[in-house]
T-cell receptor
């Protein structure tokens, strides 16, 4: 079946530091890949996505590149801000999801804390 | 345009009680989903509805039932709540239909925090 593995948190950084959150996946077929962000007390919001190999998704200074050869979709940001503190989820949607489910398969989430 | 709305925001139940979580979307989306979020587990799919009139089980359907009332509304029912169902429940919707497994983004509601004592 499909699975997503992302680094465990919490990840604590200082403001303006470089951020990388690793994400690797296992899927049949050619999945689409997503990063969602969840701010405290809120639902999930789509941060960025990529639908095919070598695509780069970007939004709000965050970037992630779909690497089929390494089955990875690492999230990066050059200079983080306190307002980036949140939980980040890597997810995939595969056209061949086991059992017919059409929902997203999520990683467990990475709690990011940015200190001033 | 409210997006995806969920009611209630919070609920406390006693073991054995029943309740229905409501979800509605105003984006004319075809597909709707129910997830539960537990600490250290990420989100797991409970049920989904690819289109009006169809529902299918996800990863963790036991103890739940769903109804796709119309295109806008997708409800989740707990017939006899158990402490293991204490969780945060999220409803989501997406434009596409199942079958060919679209690559569509999913839009999430704000969640319902449920505690079962």
């Amino acid at each position: 079946g499909n699975s997503v593995t992302q680094m465990e948190g919490p990840v604590t950084l200082s403001e303006e530091a470089f951020l990388t959150i690793n994400c690797t996946y296992t899927a049949t077929g050619y999945p689409s890949l997503f990063w969602y962000v969840q701010y405290p007390g809120e639902g999930l919001q789509l941060l960025l996505k990529a639908t095919k190999a070598d695509d780069k998704g970007s939004n709000k200074g965050f970037e992630a590149t779909y690497r089929k050869e390494t089955t990875s979709f690492h999230l990066e940001k050059g200079s983080v801000q306190v307002s980036d503190s949140a939980v980040y989820f890597c997810a995939l949607n595969s056209p061949y999801s086991g059992g017919g489910a059409d929902g997203l398969t999520f990683g467990k989430g990475t709690h990011l804390i940015i200190q001033p | 345009n409210a997006g995806v709305t969920q009611t209630p925001k919070f609920q406390v139940l006693k073991t054995g009680q029943s309740m229905t979580l409501q979800c509605a979307q105003d984006m004319n989306h075809n597909s709707m989903y129910w997830y539960r979020q537990d600490p250290g587990m990420g989100l797991r799919l409970i049920y989904y509805s690819a289109s009006e009139g169809t529902t299918d089980k996800g990863e963790v359907p036991n103890g739940y039932n769903v109804s796709r009332l119309n295109k806008r509304e997708f409800s989740l029912r707990l017939e006899s709540a158990a402490p293991s169902q204490t969780s945060v429940y999220f409803c989501a919707s997406s434009p596409g239909t199942s079958g060919r497994k679209g690559f569509n983004e999913q839009f999430f509601g704000p969640g319902t925090r449920l505690t079962v004592l």
